[in-house]
C-alpha cells in the first residue's frame, strides 16, 4: 500500500476527513485508476455530506474493480446516507453476490428496511450480519432499534447494552439506548444517554432530539402525546395516511349518528370534544414545548434557531386568538370574534410549518399557510368567493403536511 493510502486511512480512523481527502487525492494524481482511493475518496466526501462527489468516486471505484465487495458495500453506504434508498439497496446487492458475509451490506438493506418501517425485515437483516460478525455494533444497535419498534423494550434494551459493552464510547450506541429508554418511560436513564451521546460526538441530531424530547416528556401530557408519536411512527406510510383518515371519517360518522339519534348526544359528544382536543395538542405540542423549552438553561442550548422560531410564531398565534376572542366577548364584537376565529384556524397550518425540517417542506407549507392567510383575511373582510374555503384550512393544512412529510 502507498504512502499517501495508509496516511489517508489513519486521518480517516481519526475522524479528519478534509485531511485525508488530500492524502487520497495525491494518491490517485500517481495512480488515477486506483480503485481503493476512489472509494475511501467516497466514503471521506459523505462523512462531511458531500453526497455528490461521494458517489461519484464511489461509481468509479466500482466500475474499476467490480468483484469486489467492499467497494459495493460502500457505495451502498453512500446511497444510504444521501437518502437514495432504492440505490443504496441495489448496491448492497451487488456486494452481497460477490460475498454473502459482507455484513455491512446486510446492514444496509437493513437500514433500507428500516426507513421503509419494515421492523421484520430489519431485525432479520440485522440478524444476518450479526451471524457473519457478533462484533458488529452497527449492526446491534440496528437490532435493538428494531425489536424497540416492535414492542419488544426489554430486549432491545438489552441488544443496545451489549453493544455498549463492545465500544463504551459509540455516540449511536448511547443515542440508540436513550431512545429506547425514552420509549419505555425511563426518562432519567433516557437523558443520561442522549447527554452521554452529545458529550461524545455534539453533532449527533438523533442525540440532539432525543434530549429534547426527554426534556418536554417531564410535562405528563407531552409524554402521552409522545406515545401516540412512538405509536404513528411504528407504521409505514400507508398505515399512517390510512389511520389519519380513518380517524376522521370515523368523527364524521359519530357526527352523523348524533345528528340522526340526538339522544346518543350525551354519550358521542365527549368522544368527539376528547379527539378534537387530542389533535389540538398534536398540532401545537411540538412548537408550544420548544417555546417552553427557551427559558430551560440546557433546552435553551439543544434548541436549533428553526425551533426556538417555530416555538415563538405558534406561541404567538395563540396568544392572539386567546386576546381576541377575549376582547370580542367583553367588547360584543363580532368581527374581533371573526378574527379571534381566524388568527386561531390560522395557527393549524403554522404549527405544521414549524414541525416541518427538510427546506423543500418548509418552503410547501410556507406556501399553504400564505394561502390559508389570504382566505382567513379575505373571509374578515367579508369577501365571498374566499369563505367557503374558510373551514377546510385546519384539515387542508393537516393533510398537506403530512403528505409532505413523507416526502424525504
Not at 12 to 24: D, G, H, L, P, T
Not at 74 to 96: F, G, I, K, P, T
Amino acid at each position: 500500500m502507498s504512502r499517501h493510502l495508509e496516511r489517508g486511512q489513519l486521518l480517516v480512523q481519526s475522524n479528519r476527513f478534509e485531511e485525508a481527502i488530500k492524502e487520497f487525492s495525491l494518491e490517485l494524481a500517481n495512480n488515477p485508476e486506483n480503485p481503493l482511493a476512489h472509494c475511501m475518496l467516497g466514503i471521506c466526501f459523505a462523512q462531511l455530506q458531500q453526497f455528490d462527489q461521494a458517489i461519484q468516486h464511489g461509481e468509479r471505484a466500482v466500475s474499476l474493480a467490480p468483484d469486489v465487495a467492499y467497494l459495493h458495500s460502500q457505495l451502498a453506504m453512500s446511497y444510504l446516507v444521501a437518502q437514495a434508498d432504492a440505490a443504496a439497496l441495489q448496491a448492497a446487492e451487488n456486494a452481497l453476490r460477490c460475498d454473502p458475509g459482507d455484513t455491512v451490506a446486510h446492514y444496509v438493506i437493513g437500514a433500507v428496511r428500516s426507513n421503509n418501517k419494515d421492523w421484520e425485515g430489519a431485525l432479520a437483516a440485522a440478524e444476518q450480519a450479526l451471524a457473519y460478525d457478533p462484533e458488529d455494533v452497527d449492526a446491534r444497535n440496528l437490532r435493538s432499534m428494531a425489536l424497540r419498534n416492535l414492542g419488544q423494550a426489554t430486549e432491545s434494551i438489552a441488544e443496545a447494552k451489549r453493544s455498549l459493552a463492545q465500544n463504551a464510547e459509540n455516540p449511536h450506541s448511547h443515542a440508540n439506548l436513550g431512545w429506547t429508554y425514552l420509549r419505555s418511560g425511563d426518562l432519567q436513564q433516557a437523558e443520561v444517554h442522549f447527554r452521554e451521546a452529545l458529550r461524545l460526538d455534539p453533532n449527533l441530531e438523533t442525540a440532539r432530539v432525543g434530549v429534547l424530547e426527554t426534556l418536554k416528556s417531564k410535562v405528563p401530557v407531552y409524554r402521552w402525546i409522545l406515545g401516540y408519536f412512538f405509536w404513528i411512527a411504528s407504521k409505514t406510510a400507508k398505515w399512517q395516511i390510512a389511520i389519519l383518515f380513518g380517524m376522521y371519517f370515523a368523527m364524521r360518522l359519530l357526527r352523523g349518528i348524533i345528528v340522526a339519534a340526538p339522544a346518543t348526544t350525551f354519550i358521542l359528544l365527549p368522544i368527539i370534544i376528547c379527539y378534537g382536543l387530542f389533535c389540538a395538542t398534536t398540532w401545537f405540542a411540538g412548537p408550544l414545548s420548544n417555546a417552553l423549552l427557551v427559558l430551560h438553561p440546557f433546552g435553551r442550548l439543544a434548541l436549533t434557531r428553526w425551533e426556538r422560531l417555530g416555538g415563538m410564531l405558534t406561541g404567538g398565534a395563540l396568544t392572539a386568538t386567546t386576546v381576541l376572542l377575549l376582547a370580542s366577548f367583553f367588547e360584543s364584537s363580532g368581527l374581533l370574534f371573526l378574527a379571534g376565529l381566524g388568527a386561531g384556524v390560522l395557527t393549524i397550518p403554522i404549527a405544521m410549518t414549524c414541525q416541518m425540517r427538510q427546506p423543500k417542506q418548509i418552503w410547501c407549507m410556507v406556501a399553504v399557510t400564505s394561502v390559508s392567510a389570504v382566505i382567513v383575511i379575505g373571509t374578515i373582510l367579508g369577501i365571498p368567493q374566499l369563505e367557503p374555503w374558510f373551514f377546510y384550512i385546519p384539515l387542508g393544512s393537516i393533510i398537506a403536511a403530512n403528505v409532505l412529510s413523507l416526502w424525504q
